[in-house]
């Protein structure tokens, strides 16, 4: 075998910067980000959230108390697999990627406990 150095060099630079796009690329899911998602899509067309939106969907407040992040991920890609009737679009047309920052934005919507 001919010992070829530069070249593997070359080969692990290359692996090594992969590694840092991918990295950097698809850092975790942000709930900021998925807020901003939520309001480019217009779901506080059907939707409100603190008091602010429409009424045809149920209320966004305190969803993330009430869903766990994998039914929400569902319902907004499918909402016909939760109810075949469901009047919601599905968002699988949004990346994975805003799926995932919608999920993590709704599930920080916890209920707040009534106070006394
Ligand atoms: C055309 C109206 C409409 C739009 C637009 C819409 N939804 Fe909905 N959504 C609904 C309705 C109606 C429901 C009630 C359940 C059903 O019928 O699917 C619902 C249910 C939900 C639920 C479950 C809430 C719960 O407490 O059970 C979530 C989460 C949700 N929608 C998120 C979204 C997100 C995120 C968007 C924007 C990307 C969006 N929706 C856009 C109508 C809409």
Redesign the pocket.
């Known amino acids: 075998m001919r010992l070829n150095l530069p070249g593997q060099i070359a080969t692990v630079s290359l692996v090594f910067a992969c590694a840092v796009t991918v990295a950097f690329a698809s850092p975790k899911p942000s709930a900021s980000a998925g807020q901003k998602v939520?309001e480019a899509?217009?779901?506080t067309?059907?939707?409100s959230l603190k008091g602010v939106g429409g009424k045809?969907?149920?209320d966004?407040a305190g969803?993330g108390s009430?869903?766990k992040p994998d039914w929400?991920a569902k319902?907004?890609e499918d909402?016909k697999s939760?109810?075949a009737k469901?009047?919601?679009?599905s968002?699988a047309q949004l990346s994975k990627r805003e799926r995932e920052d919608?999920v993590a934005y709704?599930s920080t919507l916890k209920e707040v406990p009534a106070s006394r």
């Open positions: 939520l899509n217009h779901c067309m059907c939707h045809i969907g149920p966004l969803v009430r869903r929400i319902q907004i909402p939760h109810n469901s009047i919601m679009p968002f919608l709704l």
